[in-house]
């Protein structure tokens, strides 16, 4: 009877270490024969039912299986561990000559590219950079550059509008009043940045860039306009492009310009890009008005500025030869890429 229990016991835990998956199957053999309410545990427990003259006999058997079983449940918890340790430092295993996944490497987008050329040439030309808000006072946009009242530039379907005296400013001179306000001269300044116009089509986005310039000093005439401008335009285009002068209006430059480049692609014989003219529109400029001046409080009879205003889009288009400006702002990398 005892016998037939010990022999179970015997084939039991053997079968268990015999099935077991890993080490875990062996942690739970051991609480189930040799645990505290173990299987093997209990029949010790009968012990004392025993007759007293067979207890030693039954006694030294039932702790004989206990060490047999006891030492065979270590081996195989040892085997398995020592297995599970070397599958996981194989899994582990990082394999250096595997050759690695390929990636796409970034590259500016080609209004960055255009955006930090322009300023480059002009910091080397003295210039310092100036931030202003894009979120503007109706002042700053309009009336401290000498706009009228009724100028259609104000109204709201040139303008957004942000309620009645703030808007989106249309334009980076509105930058030009709060550098004369905090500075005096001599100024040189160039202001990139973001404005907005309600207008969208080929050559036209709601959003789109400009680059400011502006220099108030003593002296100062439009042939300094002409040489900073044409230099700017030898570095940027090519050392043989030309600037060509036309009038113009804007309302806080007397005399006005619009600037004319000769065109790269076809060297001034006139093609598709210059539409047969030979010239490409670039910016607007001028001698800036002693009105704007003394509006910000510097003496016009004393000092006297040139300013200028160009698109970066337009500049970009001009220089990649680049037929639609959507294309800078639909974002297909395969598109962008290409100027890296
Ligand atoms: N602000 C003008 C525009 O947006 C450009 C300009 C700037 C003209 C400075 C003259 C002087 O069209």
Same mark, same amino acid.
């Given at each position: 009877?005892?016998?037939?229990?010990?022999?179970?016991?015997?084939?039991?835990?053997?079968? !268990?270490?015999?099935?077991?998956?890993?080490?875990?199957?062996?942690?739970?053999?051991?609480?189930?024969?040799?645990?505290?309410?173990?299987?093997?545990?209990?029949?010790?427990?009968?012990?004392? $039912?025993?007759?007293? &003259?067979?207890?030693? =006999?039954?006694?030294?058997?039932?702790? &004989?299986?206990? #060490?047999?079983?006891?030492? #065979?449940?270590?081996?195989?918890? !040892?085997?398995?561990?020592?297995?599970?340790?070397?599958?996981?430092?194989?899994?582990?295993?990082?394999?250096?000559?595997?050759?690695?996944?390929?990636?796409?490497?970034?590259?500016?987008?080609?209004?960055?590219?255009?955006? $930090?050329? =322009?300023?480059? =040439?002009?910091?080397?030309?003295?210039?310092?950079?100036?931030?202003?808000?894009?979120?503007?006072?109706?002042?700053? $946009?309009?009336?401290?550059?000498?706009?009228?009242?009724?100028?259609?530039?104000?109204?709201?379907?040139?303008?957004?509008?942000? +309620?009645? *005296? /703030?808007?989106?400013?249309?334009?980076?001179?509105?930058? %030009?009043?709060?550098?004369? *306000?905090?500075?005096?001269?001599?100024?040189?300044?160039?202001?990139?940045?973001?404005?907005?116009? @309600?207008?969208?089509?080929?050559?036209?986005?709601?959003?789109?860039? %400009?680059?400011?310039?502006?220099?108030? &000093?003593?002296?100062?005439? =439009?042939?300094?306009?002409?040489?900073?401008?044409?230099?700017?335009?030898?570095?940027?285009?090519?050392?043989?492009?030309?600037?060509?002068?036309? @009038?113009?209006?804007?309302?806080?430059?007397?005399?006005?310009?619009?600037?004319?480049?000769?065109?790269? /692609?076809?060297?001034?014989?006139?093609?598709?890009?210059?539409?047969?003219? +030979?010239?490409?529109?670039?910016? +607007?400029?001028?001698?800036?008005?002693? #009105?704007?001046?003394?509006?910000? +409080?510097?003496?016009?009879?004393?000092?006297?500025?040139?300013?200028?205003? /160009?698109?970066?889009?337009? !500049?970009?288009?001009?220089?990649?030869?680049?037929?639609?400006?959507?294309?800078?702002?639909?974002?297909?990398?395969?598109?962008?890429? %290409?100027?890296?």
């Amino acid at each position: 009877m005892l016998d037939d229990k010990i022999r179970q016991i015997i084939d039991g835990c053997k079968s !268990a270490i015999e099935w077991a998956k890993c080490a875990r199957d062996i942690g739970e053999a051991k609480v189930k024969f040799l645990g505290k309410s173990g299987a093997l545990t209990l029949l010790l427990k009968e012990l004392k $039912n025993v007759p007293p &003259d067979e207890k030693p =006999i039954v006694g030294k058997r039932l702790n &004989d299986v206990r #060490a047999e079983l006891e030492a #065979a449940l270590e081996r195989a918890e !040892a085997e398995f561990a020592k297995r599970e340790r070397e599958e996981r430092i194989k899994a582990e295993t990082l394999d250096v000559t595997l050759s690695k996944r390929a990636t796409g490497y970034g590259a500016l987008h080609p209004l960055t590219i255009v955006k $930090n050329d =322009i300023v480059n =040439i002009f910091i080397g030309m003295g210039f310092e950079v100036k931030d202003g808000p894009e979120i503007e006072h109706k002042y700053y $946009n309009f009336t401290a550059l000498n706009i009228p009242e009724d100028h259609p530039s104000r109204d709201s379907a040139d303008t957004f509008y942000i +309620g009645d *005296e /703030m808007l989106l400013r249309t334009q980076t001179s509105a930058v %030009q009043a709060h550098v004369m *306000e905090q500075q005096k001269p001599p100024i040189r300044i160039l202001c990139p940045g973001k404005v907005y116009r @309600p207008d969208d089509d080929a050559t036209h986005s709601p959003m789109f860039h %400009q680059i400011e310039g502006l220099v108030v &000093d003593e002296h100062l005439t =439009i042939s300094d306009l002409m040489g900073v401008l044409g230099e700017f335009a030898k570095k940027f285009f090519s050392p043989e492009t030309k600037i060509r002068l036309r @009038p113009s209006y804007f309302p806080f430059t007397e005399p006005s310009v619009e600037v004319d480049l000769s065109c790269a /692609m076809c060297g001034g014989k006139g093609c598709r890009l210059c539409k047969g003219t +030979g010239w490409l529109e670039l910016l +607007g400029a001028g001698i800036v008005n002693p #009105a704007v001046l003394e509006c910000s +409080g510097i003496d016009s009879t004393k000092y006297s500025g040139f300013a200028f205003g /160009m698109g970066v889009e337009r !500049a970009a288009m001009v220089k990649y030869g680049i037929p639609d400006m959507r294309l800078l702002f639909d974002n297909d990398i395969r598109y962008l890429k %290409q100027f890296r």
